[in-house]
């Protein structure tokens, strides 16, 4: 028998039961805080678990994140630091993250931002937009998520460039690397698109260095995490005319408190984190793809990378 | 020496002249009204060209439309009736307009209209769209520009079904056709996405009839022509909460008049007749294909079938 322990406080945890049970019926499924014998469970699927329910698992074999992200385990003090721990990649996450960064970029480069705003003010005011072929988006994030904004963007004609930390190459997507390739992509990008992991690395990484040295009149779409963006930065190159609007899924403190200058600034749109969602019917796959693969003694292609920090 | 006249009150005259220039420098370009000898003039490349313009030139071989659609040629009372009309069927309007279908389509489906309420009031609300898989999307018109929305709207995942006239096959959409089609595609189709030309038959086709088909809180996405609305049963539909919301590109009357319901509607995304552009430099080369095809003798598939209407 293998046993896997769920602990959320804001996932659908009857869900995650049919769902398992559909990909593994010989799985046990145990929900936080009914944990029954501590010794009998084999694998913890969590989102911000409580600190030391872990720790409290003697024969736990791998943890299992509920988040692309794994910034909710690793924030427990007594994590046991061997343990493997898994990231999230599920295919449909990967294709809502991807619909987001093509709503978001489609939506300023077809002037939609302005045209609400005539709108309400009840004018008819025609423009164009600039050349799709001749728009470069700049991808923050080379891995499954960014690979697919890329796919998606490129098929709609326009041009795609891409940044990760190590270089890449990507069919169709110029890549570009390190804290030169950054400034690089971002001179020639109308758009950037933020879908990469926070870590020590990356946090802060959209700052007033990075907007500057944009083309004027950009665009931000931030669906990766808060922490990635310096907000002040960001406000001030709104209001000096660098940027042209910024599309905002994440915050460095979320929900984000009433009064915050985002929610009336005419240039930000924004949703309450909601770009990606864990639908456990297809996140289940990859789940039990996991979990046999560990039980086989297999090489697991998910598994967090602790020094790079996804 | 070909000669090709441009009337158009709207279009870029200069940027026509420069990109015919590349395509066909041999092409001898005039402007209206600068016509010099009438029967020198071999094309008229028109948009609402005045009437009795075309009949004014003796040895015209065909016309050109500055369109999608023919209907401001047809207009004309005094048109030879056995000329030659050819449609303007150019990759990037398609492209445009294929955006456009994607953004609307996004725009509902990850309930874009609602956080931009939330945002104004200030309210953190998440929620969850449907499962993109199990969402239809109803294309009305399958020909290049209803084929390009399809396929796109299928490579983000979404069902895709069409419509048309006649039967067609288009791999990767459920087709229907017919009026019995028309009502049975509306019935499983969460969203509407018309892309049809306007004539006789198509006039009004988005009426209570096929509102009422569809299941409760669907969308209207309409970029084809307002005619093909019957703003009345919209509006009724939107009221009764049939429908979730519309987003509308094309109006009945034009540009939309100061106190129409439309503009302060809280349902109705609009925009001004913008979601298709005919830029000189991608449609040169249709335009020039076609008058090649002419000179040679050989057939012109985008001429316009005046009894079916396009």
């Given at each position: 028998m293998t046993t896997i322990l769920i602990s959320s406080r804001q996932d659908p945890i009857d869900l995650w039961r049919e769902a398992l049970a559909v990909e593994m019926p010989e799985l046990e499924v145990r929900a936080y805080p009914d944990i029954g014998d501590p010794a009998e469970v084999d694998y913890a699927l969590v989102y911000w678990p409580p600190h030391g329910l872990i720790a409290s698992l003697p024969n736990?074999?791998?943890?299992?994140?509920?988040?692309?992200?794994?910034?909710?385990?690793?924030?427990?003090?007594?994590?046991?630091?061997?343990?493997?721990?898994?990231?999230?990649?599920?295919?449909?996450?990967?294709?809502?993250?991807a619909e987001y960064a093509v709503y978001g970029v489609l939506h300023f480069h077809r002037d939609m931002h302005r045209y609400r705003h005539e709108q309400l003010a009840q004018r008819w005011s025609r423009g164009w937009p600039l050349y799709t072929p001749d728009t470069a988006v700049g991808i923050l994030g080379l891995g499954a998520i960014g690979s697919d904004c890329a796919r998606k963007l490129g098929a709609l004609g326009f041009q795609v460039h891409g940044w990760s930390r190590g270089p890449k190459s990507i069919d169709g997507v110029l890549c570009h690397h390190?804290?030169?390739?950054?400034?690089?992509?971002?001179?020639?990008?109308?758009?950037?698109v933020c879908v990469l992991p926070l870590t020590g690395q990356t946090e802060g990484i959209i700052d007033a260095g990075l907007l500057s040295a944009m083309p004027t009149g950009g665009f931000i779409i931030n669906i990766a995490r808060g922490g990635h963006l310096v907000d002040d930065d960001l406000l001030a190159a709104l209001d000096s005319g660098q940027l042209g609007g910024a599309f905002l899924d994440v915050y460095n403190e979320e929900p984000l408190p009433p009064g915050h200058p985002y929610w009336h600034h005419d240039k930000v749109w924004m949703t309450p984190h909601v770009a990606g969602e864990l639908v456990p019917r297809s996140c289940a796959k990859s789940v039990v793809a996991n979990i046999r693969r560990i039980e086989a003694g297999q090489p697991v292609p998910d598994r967090l990378d602790k020094v790079r920090g996804y």
């Open positions: 736990v074999k791998a943890v299992l994140s509920i988040a692309a992200g794994c910034d909710h385990i690793l924030a427990d003090p007594q994590l046991p630091p061997d343990l493997p721990i898994v990231r999230m990649v599920d295919d449909y996450l990967t294709a809502m993250m390190g804290a030169d390739g950054l400034l690089a992509m971002a001179a020639r990008c109308r758009f950037l």
